[in-house]
């Protein structure tokens, strides 16, 4: 790896390879790309030089068809070359579709080895448009509840609400292709986020601390804007964007990573101002790094990029089913959190906020309201 490369962009499966090939001539020297796929025709038609082919013996160098548990056992063949990959990577930002065999199948055994080499995994995960049919629904929603539990933060992209940008008779390449943009659109923020001449300068390492704990419910957004006032209206550009309203977004979140790229007329007091709207809608009580950095090529034009994360929910105490009276192992009793309790069946679920309330919270305990016992 370059030394001065501390992300690692990884692109899996043919969506994956697909939206990361798209970036891979205008990557700042932060970020490397390696794509991984058992399928070696997409590998080779790639442009990106570093490349990996997963489960050589299993696919032959075709793809899985769909099935996941080749997708797996692909990922598992190639372990020792993986883990050599990701160590002494501080984060690695890994990119797939949901929904193929491959994609859907190693995700989360992928976001797994690169964790224990001790790198931070941030997935950004595309959902099958409804038209492409249940199955592939299915393998993704899977697949997404495993790869939540395994990623520190997980950014899931609903491919139905980025095709609401093009027009209702668009081919499925076309709006493939509107999906690969905005995710590359979404990622060229985040890498230009650790660009070297920062106004207010970030380290890495900051967004290690704001995705600390695998399972973070994850929110990443991002906006523009030209002209006057363009640092306040990128933010609220930012605050409307459809990433941040999708059905599995959070919207409020404990901390949060704020970057601010503007021209040369971008001042501090801009950034901090683009900050504040930010703040107002999403939070970052605990924590808000922000970072700002001047890019001349932007003229008058401003981008806001935004991830945030909140710790997982306290998990539910487990209680041994069998255990007998005196039984030495039998399995104490944990005290239930408040949060665990409010929360009930929903405890370790990640937080479905609407307008600034956990909807997973029953609605009598949200509003007090006194239960009369069965007559
Ligand atoms: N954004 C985008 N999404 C795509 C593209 N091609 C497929 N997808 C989406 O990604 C999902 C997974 O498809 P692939 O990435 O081709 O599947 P795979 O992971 O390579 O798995 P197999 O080909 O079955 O081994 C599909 O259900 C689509 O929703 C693409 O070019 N761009
Ligand atoms: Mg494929």
């Excluded at 442009?47 to 769909?66: D, F, I, K, N, Y």
């Excluded at 994360?309 to 959190?337: C, E, I, V, Y």
């Excluded at 609605?363 to 009369?372: C, D, E, G, P």
Aim: with cysteine; proline share 6%.
């Amino acid at each position: 790896m370059s030394s001065t490369a501390s992300i690692l962009l990884v692109g899996l499966g043919g969506a994956g390879c697909s939206m990361v090939a798209r970036l891979a001539s205008s990557l700042p020297p932060q970020v490397r790309a390696v794509l991984l796929d058992a399928d070696l025709n997409a590998l080779q038609n790639s442009a990106v030089a570093e490349t990996l082919q997963l489960g050589r013996s299993l696919t032959r160098g075709m793809g899985t068809g769909g099935e996941s548990a080749l997708g797996l056992a692909a990922i598992e063949s190639e372990e020792p070359a993986l883990r050599r990959l990701f160590t002494g990577v501080p984060i690695v930002v890994l990119v797939t579709g949901l929904g193929g065999g491959l994609g859907s199948g190693a995700a989360p055994a992928l976001a797994t080895i690169a964790t224990e080499a001790g790198s931070t995994v941030l997935a950004f995960a595309t959902i099958p448009f409804s038209h492409e049919g249940e199955r592939r629904k299915r393998l993704a929603s899977d697949a997404l509840e495993k790869l939540s539990a395994k990623a520190h933060g997980l950014v899931v992209v609903q491919n139905d609400l980025l095709s609401l940008q093009v027009s209702a008779d668009a081919s499925l390449a076309e709006a493939f292709a509107a999906a690969d943009d905005w995710v590359a659109g979404a990622l060229r923020a985040l890498a230009s986020i650790f660009e070297a001449g920062a106004l207010v300068p970030v380290d890495p390492a900051a967004l290690r601390s704001i995705l600390a704990h695998p399972g973070s419910p994850t929110l990443f957004t991002s906006g523009k804007a030209q002209g006057p006032q363009a640092a306040l209206l990128a933010a609220r550009a930012a605050t409307e964007s459809a990433l941040a309203h999708g059905p599995d977004v959070i919207s409020k979140v404990a901390s949060l990573f704020v970057s601010v790229t503007g021209g040369s007329a971008l001042s501090a007091s801009d950034a901090f101002e683009a900050v504040n709207i930010i703040r107002a809608k999403f939070g970052g009580e605990t924590t808000t790094i922000v970072g700002a950095r001047i890019k001349p090529e932007l003229g008058d034009g401003v981008e806001v990029a935004v991830i945030g994360a909140s710790a997982p929910a306290p998990k539910a105490p487990k209680m041994r089913k069998t255990a007998k009276a005196g039984d030495p192992n039998q399995a104490l009793f944990g005290f239930a959190t408040e949060e665990s309790l409010r929360r009930g069946i929903f405890g370790s679920a990640p937080f479905t906020f609407v307008d600034g309330v956990d909807i997973d919270v029953p609605t009598y305990i949200r509003r007090s309201i006194r239960l009369s016992p069965p007559k």
